[in-house]
């Protein structure tokens, strides 16, 4: 069974650094590209970045602007979002979830999802 | 990249159906059949309905298909339940070869 098990909830400060994670287990994890999307309270979903951990290509939404960093542990199937300084701005949901890709393009299967909380 | 454009809101009443759209530019739906359709209860993460524009994944209900036409995706439930009440999103493919979602539909089964 296919499964992205993502890290439990955070509460931070503005100005902290953060590292939330997704475990994957049930298949190939080098060979299929993981996708982070933000969800903001009552809002949309929102592609932040995709992650290839065969070979760490990397690709980022223009609107995030540098302040995130997706990496990926082939080592322990895991990937990993962070931020090196958050705002109040950064609180939302954040899911990760497969990309399938090669003559087609979906997520098939998501994490359920890592709750971030930034206030002072 | 804009996001795809879809209606915030739609209404119907039970064994209704209803159809929700997603519309894109030349950069996404219009040149690729790559379109994905995700439902979203409250409380919970996305899941996959619809993939390349009309395919259902196994355990998807068929009350639930997929078109597109020019630069315009299309969702369709028939028989409507109140189980079917949830955000809808739609997500393409894009010439950058990254994806694009939509804004979303949330949908109240009346």
């Known amino acids: 069974e296919v499964q992205l098990v993502q890290s439990g909830a955070e509460v931070k400060m503005p100005g902290e650094s953060l590292k939330i994670s997704c475990r994957v287990s049930?298949?190939?994890?080098?060979?299929?590209?993981i996708a982070w999307v933000r969800q903001k309270p009552g809002k949309g979903l929102e592609w932040m970045g995709l992650?290839?951990?065969?070979?760490?290509?990397?690709r980022y939404s223009p609107s995030l602007q540098g302040r995130v960093t997706i990496s990926a542990d082939n080592s322990i199937t895991t990937a990993y979002l962070q931020w090196s300084s958050v705002e109040a701005s950064d609180t939302a949901m954040y899911y990760c979830a497969r990309l399938v890709t090669g003559n087609t393009y979906y997520m098939d299967v998501w994490g359920a999802g890592t709750t971030v909380t930034v206030s002072s | 990249q804009s996001a795809l454009t879809q209606p915030a809101s739609m209404s119907a009443s039970p064994g209704q159906s209803i159809t929700v759209s997603c519309t894109g530019t030349n950069a996404d739906i219009g040149p690729y059949p790559y379109v994905s359709w995700y439902q979203q209860h409250p409380g919970k993460a996305p899941k996959l309905i619809i993939h390349?524009?009309?395919v259902r994944p196994s355990g998807v209900s068929d009350r639930f298909a997929g078109s597109r036409s020019d630069k315009t995706a299309s969702l369709t439930i028939s028989g409507l339940q109140a189980e079917d009440e949830a955000d809808y999103f739609c997500?393409?493919?894009?010439?950058?070869?990254?994806?694009?979602f939509g804004g979303g539909t949330r949908l109240t089964v009346l």
């Open positions: 049930g298949y190939s994890f080098m060979n299929n590209w």
């Open positions: 390349d524009v009309n």
């Open positions: 997500m393409s493919y894009t010439s950058n070869s990254v994806p694009v």
């Open positions: 992650i290839y951990p065969g070979d760490s290509d990397t």
